[in-house]
């Protein structure tokens, strides 16, 4: 009798260690949601970008960006920050044996003050610091919209938006053959068009 109780005491005891271990892993499963989307988002670059070449294009956004509906555009919520995001998109390109960006920014962003935005004088300073060198195009904002709702009609375009508060904080990469420079293409359209006479 008394073996009958002690048998039952441990198994109570176990049933109840195996409803606080489960009662755990239920309570950590939305916290490894909640880390998702910024892993999300390196592994789709590094799963995208073999196969992106010239004329697609890869957009670091802010978190006000459209969702566009072109059958080419994919927008990716990072749940990361925009120089964050960017600074892992660049480090990728720049060890990407095939593509290379060409750097649009909205215009309007050099005209937006920190009384009406604040903290945009940091986030312009990041950009500097982060795009160090590279050759900057500003481009009005709704141009840029309206040329990439016309690429995403014929070309992939990946959308990676970010939790900028910002406005025209957006930075857009065209991107072009690394192996293959724009010289390098008028040079040959040249010599075609020489022989063809």
């Known amino acids: 009798m008394l073996a009958g109780r002690k048998f039952a005491f441990a198994m109570k005891t176990q049933i109840r260690s195996l409803l606080a271990i489960t009662s755990l892993l239920l309570l950590a499963i939305p916290l ?3 880390q998702a989307p910024d892993t999300d988002w390196r592994i789709k670059l590094q799963q995208e970008l073999p196969l992106l070449g010239h004329r697609n294009w890869i957009m670091i956004v802010d978190s006000a960006y459209p969702l566009q509906v072109s059958p080419g555009v994919e927008t990716i919520e990072t749940g990361a920050d925009l120089p964050q995001v960017l600074r892992v998109v ?12 060409s750097i649009y920014l909205d215009a309007e962003l050099s005209y937006v003050t920190d009384e009406a935005a604040p903290g945009v004088s940091v986030y312009r300073q990041h950009l500097k610091e982060i795009l160090h060198d590279r050759p900057v195009k500003p ?26 508060t910002i406005p025209y904080s957006s930075v857009f990469l065209q991107l072009d053959c690394k192996y293959w420079p724009p010289a390098a293409e008028q040079q040959l359209r040249h010599a075609m068009g020489g022989a063809s006479r």
């Open 90 to 101: 660049l480090g990728t390109l720049d060890h990407a044996i095939h593509v290379t960006p």
């Open 139 to 164: 481009v009005l904002h709704e141009t840029l919209l309206k040329q990439v709702n016309d690429v995403g009609q014929n070309f992939h375009i990946l959308i990676l938006k970010t939790n900028m």
């Open 32 to 34: 490894a949601h909640a």
